[in-house]
Nanobody
Framework: VQLQASGGGLVQTGGSLRLSCAAS????????MGWYRQAPGKQRELVAV???????NYGDPVKGRFTISRDNVKRTVYLQMNTLKPEDTAVYYC??????????WGKGTLVTVSS
């Protein structure tokens, strides 16, 4: 099982980035897919999660600025990040939850927002 995340990088305040994470391998049926982030010295926190049916939930700091989506055929989850702020700087991790139970985490992709 592999979760390949991409799309991170350096962007200026107010800019945008789009992250993607594709699941491959014998992972079986996927239920929730989501993004979490961890800034230096802080705990990992929820950014956004989306169910198989498309219901999404966001962490308070990103509501109104980030949008999560998924392609169930491609087994890929996306995170469109707009109006980025320096406090969005973190390593972003994707996570998938199997329908039969069990979570898988990607390795993370670094997002740096310069002021």
């Amino acid at each position: 099982v592999q979760l390949q995340a991409s799309g991170g990088g350096l962007v200026q305040t107010g800019g945008s980035l789009r992250l993607s994470c594709a699941a491959s391998g014998s992972i079986g049926s996927i239920n929730d897919m989501g993004w979490y982030r961890q800034a230096p010295g802080k705990q990992r926190e929820l950014v956004a999660v989306i169910t198989y049916g498309g219901t999404s939930n966001y962490g308070d700091p990103v509501k109104g600025r980030f949008t999560i989506s998924r392609d169930n055929v491609k087994r890929t989850v996306y995170l469109q990040m707009n109006t980025l702020k320096p406090e969005d700087t973190a390593v972003y991790y994707c996570k998938v939850r199997r329908t039969l139970g069990g979570d898988y985490w990607g390795k993370g992709t670094l997002v740096t927002v310069s002021s």
